[in-house]
């Protein structure tokens, strides 16, 4: 059986302008809500998890590859969504969480994660090998070559781990592979960008391909080089906390163009979060097939819990109720413990507060899995559920809710609304990828 996402590069190449979100979150109420949406359309749903949030040690999320894969099947189950149309990948898969050691650390340690990541049932993995070790060179640019030849050592270990797949299972999808060097940070861009963002010159592409492929050629690994789909470039696309830099297909032309000469590849385009929806569309058009978004679909979901707040506090406030205060619990619980925003936000006190909670980075969503704030949501919805939510305030806090609310299309209780705001930013993308064609 092909693997889908190959089919969909079989798909580009013969003209059908066609790709696929890649949601790249580890939140309950974001992948419920792209998997109901996606069920109306017998879609497939492709789920990443990135090297930080799910590792062997757990990760942010706490989460190890195994335990990912049983939380997406819990989801998939409670939605009824078939599993057949579940696509799970890993995403920044190399030594991204251990560049404080020497190399043949971090690649021992990128190994057990990317085997851990095969074994555990994901079959698109992302090998990113572009960052430094504490043994490189700090001031030289990392080569295509130490790139490529740590890249192909992990594919190397990922086949490995797959045949030991195919002992359990003799019908196991063989896993697909995306590659580069041009590869933005996970989770956009840290501060703002001066001089704007450099779209990918062609002869570097080109590089990268040859490079990857010989590398891959020295390891025997000329099987695998078939399943590398997609090559990760920059398209000329990103976001700072609130800055975007929009697709701007004059200026990608002739990288577009260079994809051609490749009938097997499309690209994977990073950061693509708030591009808009016709953007979206030229991208794909463009043969950036795989479109990856993390920080925008959380931060509908944060702007959604916030809305609600609003109308607890209006409904509630003087009332016996037990009240969530869950802005005021997210803010507590980023000052209580601040690395996971303080190397990405600068500024006066002021801007720094605005940060935590308006920056197009999202960096509240490493703070949703707490124990404190996991309690605030809950105890937000329950205090919703218990009362009826008025038309009035749902218009002024949900405008785009209170429309399908008042044409019978969504139920009004809290969970349908978290859920729908988080399909804007969904249906920008499956209109991007062309749903219906």
């Avoid at 890249?151 to 797949?165: I, N, R, T």
Wanted: aromatic letters at 8%; charged letters at 30%.
């Amino acid at each position: 059986m092909i693997h889908p996402l190959k089919q969909l590069v079989a798909d580009q190449k013969k003209g059908m302008k066609k790709g696929i979100m890649s949601v790249c979150s580890a939140n309950e109420f974001v992948i419920e809500a792209v998997m109901e949406n996606a069920k109306k359309y017998d879609e497939f749903v492709l789920i990443e998890s990135t090297a930080n949030q799910v590792n062997q040690f757990g990760g942010y999320t706490g989460m190890k590859p195994i335990d990912f894969v049983e939380f997406v099947n819990k989801i998939a189950d409670k939605c009824d969504f078939n599993k057949h149309r579940l696509i799970l990948g890993g995403d920044h898969l190399g030594p991204l969480t251990f560049v404080k050691e020497d190399e043949d650390k971090a690649m021992e340690l990128a190994k057990d994660l990317i085997e851990e990541y095969v074994l555990a049932g994901f079959t698109k993995i992302h090998i990113d090998t572009s960052m430094k070790v504490a043994s490189d060179n700090k001031n030289t640019r990392l080569s295509d070559e130490t790139i490529a030849k740590r890249g192909a050592y992990l594919c190397k270990v990922a086949e490995d781990a797959y045949k030991k797949v195919l002992k359990q299972n003799a019908t196991a999808l063989a896993p697909v592979y995306v590659v580069g060097s041009e590869v933005p940070i996970p989770g956009g861009a840290q501060g703002e960008e001066e001089e704007g963002i450099q779209v990918t010159k062609v002869a570097d592409f080109k590089a990268t391909v040859e490079t990857f492929k010989n590398e891959y050629k020295k390891l025997k690994l000329d099987d695998a080089w078939d399943r590398v789909i997609a090559i990760v470039v920059q398209p000329g696309v990103e976001f700072g906390d609130t800055t975007i830099d929009e697709y701007d297909r004059e200026k990608a032309k002739d990288l577009v163009a260079a994809i051609n000469d490749y009938p097997n590849l499309v690209f994977e385009g990073h950061s693509t979060d708030y591009q808009t929806p016709d953007k979206l569309k030229e991208m794909v058009e463009d043969q950036v097939a795989i479109l990856k978004v993390g920080p925008a679909v959380t931060f509908a979901l944060r702007e959604a819990l916030f809305a609600l707040n609003k109308i607890e506090e209006e409904l509630l406030t003087g009332t016996d109720v037990y009240m969530s205060n869950f802005a005021r619990v997210l803010e507590h619980e980023m000052l209580k413990s601040p690395n996971n925003w303080q190397k990405h936000y600068v500024g006066t006190m002021d801007k720094l507060e605005f940060k935590r909670k308006y920056s197009l980075s999202d960096r509240c969503r490493y703070y949703l899995p707490s124990e404190t704030v996991d309690m605030s949501i809950k105890r937000l919805v329950n205090n919703l559920e218990k009362v009826e939510i008025p038309f009035s305030l749902l218009s002024q806090y949900m405008p785009v809710q209170y429309t399908k609310v008042r044409k019978n299309e969504l139920d009004n209780n809290p969970k349908a609304l978290i859920k729908d705001r988080i399909i804007n930013c969904a249906d920008e993308y499956a209109y991007a990828c062309g749903r219906n064609i």
